[in-house]
């Protein structure tokens, strides 16, 4: 788990951060000018620091508009000389086009650019500590704002899992216990019928009939005047019969296998009531393979509500990252992706627990 989530923020990493120009252009906007980008890195850590004073090979000019990149002990800052006669400290600036003597100063600091493995693992040790960095969509650190989000998607996710799983497991042990019958067809046919509507349609279908027509429940999930349960009905609806098809398909192939094993067909000629023999011996049996499915609901809930949240205007994990990325929030976008990530592997570990309780032979091997 380690080595994988390690070489998955590594990979992240470099995706994000192997052109540091790159990141500074996200942070300060297209329009930027290379002075601003640089004096953006080298104040966010990518150049060596130079002692207090030190020249990076440009002098100063009496000539105004003419500028100067100055190392510090904290930061490069762009100077601009002040008009001839003008007494004033020198004022940050930009720079519409660059003259020869600044691409000059830019290839004399090219060298003082930290390389992305030492970044790699000063970022990690921020990460690793909660600190990660700031957002420039929302003028705040990630931090606090990342995990009121993540709550909020938990609240979402967690009820549509709950009514996911209980729905489901109905469906597919239904139809999987009398294979071929009537009932099979029907619960196969409505677990079709949901897995192939997408989120965004069920979704529009649900405010079609729930908002405009009958009028019951309100079309949006905003949550501005407080927690309400009424909001959390339509996506959590719309998650619920998404989901619950495909794992009740699973469910159903799953079941009706282990109801064609030797040892239901003998429990059964033994004279045990047909009840038990579905819950004590083939729905434990049968729990295995739609165990691995759900919890890989879990990190599709995550990441995968980006449509239902965006669409009931949810402040949740989904629309977050959505924000990040149309935003080209750099450090966001890094932070929601490791997060995705821990959570992948961890409900990995949770389903592999969840193996041994189910199946005894797996712990004994």
Same mark, same amino acid.
């Not at 931090?143 to 009121?148: D, K, Q």
């Given at each position: 788990?380690?080595?994988?989530?390690?070489?998955?923020?590594?990979?992240?990493?470099?995706?994000?951060?192997?052109?540091?120009?790159?990141?500074?252009?996200?942070?300060?906007?297209?329009?930027?000018?290379?002075?601003?980008?640089?004096?953006?890195?080298?104040?966010?850590?990518?150049?060596?620091?130079?002692?207090?004073? /030190?020249?990076?090979?440009?002098?100063?000019?009496?000539?105004?508009?003419?500028?100067?990149?100055?190392? +510090?002990?904290?930061?490069?800052?762009?100077?601009?000389?002040?008009?001839?006669?003008?007494?004033?400290?020198?004022?940050?600036?930009?720079?519409?086009?660059?003259?020869?003597?600044?691409?000059?100063?830019?290839?004399?600091?090219?060298?003082?650019?930290?390389?992305?493995?030492?970044?790699?693992?000063?970022?990690?040790?921020?990460?690793?500590?909660?600190?990660?960095?700031?957002?420039?969509?929302?003028?705040?650190?990630?931090?606090?704002?990342?995990?009121?989000?993540?709550?909020?998607?938990?609240?979402?996710?967690?009820?549509?899992?709950? !009514?996911?799983?209980?729905?489901?497991?109905?469906?597919?042990?239904?139809?999987?216990?009398?294979?071929?019958?009537?009932?099979?067809?029907?619960?196969?046919?409505?677990?079709?019928?949901?897995?192939?509507?997408?989120? !965004?349609?069920?979704?529009?279908?649900?405010?079609?009939? !729930?908002? !405009?027509?009958?009028?019951?429940?309100?079309?949006?999930? +905003?949550?501005?005047?407080?927690?309400?349960?009424?909001?959390?009905?339509?996506?959590?609806?719309?998650?619920?019969?998404?989901? /619950?098809?495909?794992?009740?398909?699973?469910?159903? /192939?799953?079941?009706?296998?282990?109801?064609?094993?030797?040892?239901?067909?003998?429990?059964?000629?033994?004279?045990?009531?047909?009840?038990?023999?579905?819950?004590?011996?083939?729905?434990?049996?049968?729990?295995? +393979?739609?165990?691995?499915?759900?919890?890989?609901?879990?990190?599709?809930?995550?990441?995968?509500?980006?449509?239902?949240?965006?669409?009931?205007?949810?402040?949740?994990?989904?629309?977050?990252?959505?924000?990040?990325?149309?935003?080209?929030?750099?450090?966001?976008?890094?932070?929601?992706?490791?997060?995705?990530?821990?959570?992948?592997?961890?409900?990995?570990?949770?389903?592999?627990?969840?193996?041994?309780?189910?199946?005894?032979?797996?712990?004994?091997?």
């Amino acid at each position: 788990m380690l080595l994988m989530m390690l070489t998955m923020s590594g990979i992240v990493f470099l995706i994000l951060e192997l052109d540091p120009e790159g990141v500074a252009r996200k942070a300060l906007g297209q329009f930027s000018t290379p002075e601003q980008r640089v004096a953006w890195l080298a104040e966010n850590g990518y150049f060596v620091t130079a002692p207090a004073g /030190a020249s990076l090979g440009a002098k100063k000019h009496e000539d105004a508009g003419r500028f100067v990149y100055r190392a +510090t002990e904290t930061k490069a800052v762009v100077y601009r000389a002040p008009p001839e006669g003008v007494q004033a400290p020198p004022q940050r600036t930009a720079l519409t086009r660059m003259t020869p003597e600044q691409l000059e100063v830019l290839r004399k600091m090219e060298p003082l650019r930290i390389s992305a493995i030492p970044r790699y693992v000063k970022w990690l040790g921020k990460f690793v500590s909660g600190d990660f960095g700031p957002s420039y969509r929302f003028k705040v650190p990630v931090a606090e704002i990342l995990w009121p989000r993540l709550k909020n998607t938990a609240i979402l996710a967690g009820t549509a899992m709950f !009514f996911m799983i209980i729905l489901s497991l109905f469906l597919g042990v239904m139809a999987g216990m009398r294979e071929g019958s009537l009932q099979d067809r029907v619960f196969s046919v409505f677990a079709i019928i949901t897995t192939s509507v997408p989120e !965004f349609a069920s979704a529009v279908l649900l405010v079609a009939v !729930f908002v !405009f027509w009958l009028e019951w429940l309100p079309g949006t999930s +905003t949550m501005i005047g407080g927690f309400e349960w009424k909001q959390l009905v339509m996506p959590v609806t719309a998650l619920v019969l998404y989901s /619950a098809g495909y794992v009740a398909r699973i469910t159903r /192939a799953s079941m009706a296998d282990v109801m064609r094993s030797p040892f239901i067909r003998t429990a059964v000629l033994k004279g045990i009531p047909y009840g038990r023999v579905i819950v004590r011996h083939a729905l434990r049996n049968a729990l295995i +393979t739609p165990v691995t499915v759900i919890l890989l609901q879990l990190p599709w809930m995550l990441s995968g509500v980006i449509v239902v949240e965006s669409f009931f205007a949810y402040k949740g994990f989904g629309s977050l990252l959505w924000e990040a990325t149309k935003f080209d929030d750099p450090f966001l976008i890094e932070a929601c992706a490791l997060v995705a990530v821990v959570v992948v592997v961890a409900t990995q570990l949770i389903a592999d627990i969840i193996y041994t309780f189910l199946n005894p032979r797996i712990r004994f091997q």
